[in-house]
């Protein structure tokens, strides 16, 4: 709706109302607790699934199969190793709600790109918000800047001015306490609320956009490569 505003058109959508949907998270680190926070908060039924058994409070931990089938709303929240590389496959994608929302803020490679790039084609994928791709900065002509039920963002979920200022901090102290100030900031200071509200507004038909400075070689996201999120 965004787009079509700008451009001079007045288009209007029905929308689609998040309380008393199901949000999946998958993977539940620090920064899906706080996901899980936001949503609970929303009226949101939270359905979670983890590798190592968790718990949180309002929180439903199911079989992975359930949770694709009955999330209105996907998050990733794996960390990227071997075992996770591609982990939603073209075939847990189609076992997916038709319909549904994905919001990828972990890592671009722990989702089959062609598969989901079809699923959104299709309309099996209402929307996908995504901050994190296999290849950064995202190509130039790249197909997901063609499709119109995608936000995307620039791996920037987790940049705000106090987050920044945590991370100085910790680049000053030792291994271990600079463990203890990235878990800190993924949960106190709230780096994902901006843009995850953002993708959320995808149930909206709603995009944003604008222009970076790029680096100046890309980076393949498709090794063993920490995560912003702590999902043991």
Same mark, same amino acid.
């Given at each position: 709706? @965004?787009?079509?505003?700008?451009? %001079?058109?007045?288009? $209007?959508?029905?929308?689609?109302?998040?309380? &008393?949907? *199901?949000?999946?998270?998958?993977?539940? %680190? %620090?920064?899906?607790?706080?996901?899980?926070?936001?949503?609970?908060?929303?009226?949101?039924? =939270?359905?979670?699934?983890?590798?190592?058994?968790?718990?949180?409070? &309002? !929180?439903? /931990?199911?079989?992975?199969?359930?949770?694709?089938?009955?999330?209105? !709303?996907?998050?990733?929240?794996?960390?990227?190793?071997?075992?996770?590389?591609?982990?939603?496959?073209?075939?847990?994608?189609?076992?997916?709600?038709?319909?549904? +929302?994905? +919001?990828? *803020?972990?890592? &671009?490679?722990?989702?089959?790109?062609?598969?989901?790039?079809?699923?959104?084609?299709?309309?099996?994928?209402?929307?996908?918000?995504?901050? =994190?791709?296999?290849?950064?900065?995202?190509?130039?002509?790249?197909?997901?800047?063609?499709?119109?039920?995608?936000?995307?963002?620039?791996?920037?979920? /987790?940049?705000?001015?106090?987050?920044?200022?945590?991370?100085? #901090?910790?680049?000053? !102290?030792?291994?271990?306490?600079? *463990?203890?100030?990235?878990?800190?900031?993924?949960?106190?200071?709230?780096? !994902? $609320? &901006? /843009?995850?509200?953002?993708?959320? #507004?995808?149930?909206?038909?709603?995009? /944003? #956009?604008?222009?970076?400075?790029?680096?100046?070689?890309?980076?393949?996201?498709?090794?063993?490569?920490?995560?912003? @999120? =702590?999902?043991?």
């Amino acid at each position: 709706m @965004d787009r079509e505003i700008r451009a %001079g058109n007045w288009v $209007r959508s029905e929308s689609l109302q998040l309380t &008393g949907r *199901t949000i999946g998270l998958l993977g539940f %680190g %620090g920064i899906a607790t706080e996901v899980a926070r936001l949503a609970l908060g929303m009226g949101m039924k =939270v359905l979670a699934w983890n590798r190592s058994p968790k718990a949180f409070p &309002g !929180v439903q /931990f199911v079989e992975l199969d359930r949770l694709l089938a009955e999330s209105d !709303v996907l998050s990733m929240h794996l960390l990227l190793n071997e075992d996770t590389k591609n982990f939603l496959s073209r075939e847990r994608i189609a076992a997916m709600r038709p319909g549904a +929302i994905l +919001i990828n *803020t972990a890592r &671009g490679a722990l989702v089959d790109e062609d598969a989901m790039v079809d699923a959104l084609r299709s309309g099996h994928l209402r929307h996908a918000g995504l901050d =994190v791709f296999t290849v950064e900065p995202l190509p130039a002509g790249h197909v997901l800047t063609s499709l119109p039920n995608v936000t995307l963002s620039a791996h920037s979920a /987790f940049r705000t001015a106090e987050a920044n200022h945590n991370l100085i #901090g910790a680049a000053h !102290v030792g291994p271990v306490v600079q *463990t203890s100030c990235r878990l800190n900031c993924a949960q106190s200071d709230r780096p !994902v $609320r &901006g /843009f995850y509200l953002a993708c959320i #507004g995808a149930a909206r038909r709603l995009s /944003f #956009g604008g222009t970076v400075a790029a680096p100046p070689d890309p980076i393949k996201y498709d090794g063993l490569r920490p995560s912003p @999120d =702590v999902s043991p």
